[in-house]
């Protein structure tokens, strides 16, 4: 059929240029794969320089670390080398002053005087030692030497067994004072936790602060106290002293350790003379508070603050507890515009009438036993 004739033959040619077409590419591609290889060769190259590179930088690195390690060690080693040698300069140096000191050069012809001294044979060197030795032996052979001897080893001896017996008892005696020290010991700081706490108190009042420790000694008679106060803010405690603290802050901080040492210390009555004085308006209220706190009550001491003055409108001086007492002293006293004082005459009229009382109260015993 010439139609299908013509069909095959167009499809031929549509294959065969389809096949070209193909093969065209396909040998593109191949010219495209050997450029893409040879551009691959071409850049592998620095990227291997570059790690070749970089591997022997590393290595170079810790050779380097290694050499300055070892740079390090031997300067050390040069250093204690260095420290060595001072030392043993320096030991030197003392070694030729002590020689110095103790064999000082003399001239050479002094040292051929003593050489000249000495014997020249052997002859000479024995007869010596005969006669040294020949002295030696009449010293042993002397029987008060060795009696002397004899004695003194014998003195030593008891002198030694005094020693002996005498460090003895002192241990006995330290061990002795050990027990009774622990427990004397812990009863004291026992107080001095409850002193502190009190003192603390007491001055905090003030806006102050103090505290109390212990000095210890040697041996116990040196013990003691210290007080330490501030009272500033930020201020370190500092001891009380004259030369540290003003005569008023001197004053509060003593009233107030002895209103804290008042319940350790045990006492009918207790006696303050012109405490107050020194002292501004606002400590003195305060301390007179206190005071007023600590010694009223029925368990509370009596307590006798003497002082020329006193503050208007203290609180405290309402409590049923308090007396203000005014003396009236003075040769003045004793002369009044109603006639004058006879102290001699006012003491025997009280003795008359202490004697009076005492009996009547004699004739009223009486008087109950008849009956």
């Known amino acids: 059929d010439p139609e299908a004739a013509n069909d095959k033959r167009r499809l031929v040619r549509e294959l065969t240029a389809k096949v070209t077409a193909v093969a065209a590419a ?3 591609a191949a010219e495209l794969h050997a450029k893409v290889h040879e551009a691959t060769v071409a850049a592998a190259a620095p990227h291997i320089a570059k790690d070749v590179g970089r591997h022997r930088k590393l290595r170079a690195e810790r050779a380097l670390q290694e050499r300055e390690k070892a740079t390090e060690g031997l300067q050390r080693a040069v250093e204690e080398k260095r420290r060595e040698f001072q030392r043993l300069r320096a030991e030197a140096v003392d070694l030729k002053k002590q020689a110095e000191t103790d064999a000082p050069l003399r001239p050479r012809e002094q040292y051929q005087d ?6 020249e044979t052997e002859e000479e060197v024995e007869q010596i030692q005969r006669t040294e030795q020949s002295e030696a032996d009449q010293v042993h052979d002397n029987p008060n030497l060795i009696a002397r001897y004899n004695k003194l080893v014998a003195d030593l001896a008891r002198e030694r067994a005094k020693l002996d017996s005498i460090n003895e008892d002192t241990q006995k005696k330290r061990d002795k004072l050990d027990l009774l020290k622990a427990p004397w010991e812990k009863t004291l700081r026992d107080a001095l936790d409850a002193l502190k706490s009190k003192f603390g108190e007491y001055m905090a009042s003030l806006n102050a602060r103090g505290d109390v420790a212990i000095r210890e000694a040697p041996t116990f008679d040196k013990w003691g106290l210290v007080i330490q106060v501030a009272f500033r803010d930020g201020a370190p405690l500092s001891k009380l002293e004259a030369h540290v603290q003003s005569g008023g802050e001197r004053s509060v901080s003593t009233i107030m350790f002895l209103m804290a040492l008042q319940a350790h210390m045990p006492s009918p009555f207790r006696v303050v003379d012109e405490i107050n004085q020194g002292m501004d308006e ?22 006798f603050l003497i002082t020329p003055k006193l503050l208007e409108k203290l609180e405290g001086m309402d409590h049923p507890d308090v007396r203000a007492c005014i003396v009236f002293n003075g040769p003045y006293n004793f002369k009044r515009d109603h006639g004058n004082f006879d102290v001699a005459d006012i003491i025997a009229k009280k003795r008359r009438l202490l004697s009076g009382a005492s009996a009547a109260a004699a004739d009223d015993d009486d008087d109950e036993e008849a009956s």
Do not use: D, H, M
């Not at 003593?114 to 014997?119: D, F, G, W």
């Open 114 to 119: 003593e050489l000249n001294e000495l014997p």
């Open 282 to 303: 606002v400590n003195e209220r305060i301390v007179f508070k206190r005071v007023v706190a600590n010694s009223t009550g029925p368990t509370a001491p009596q307590y």
């Open 26 to 28: 396909f040998e593109k």
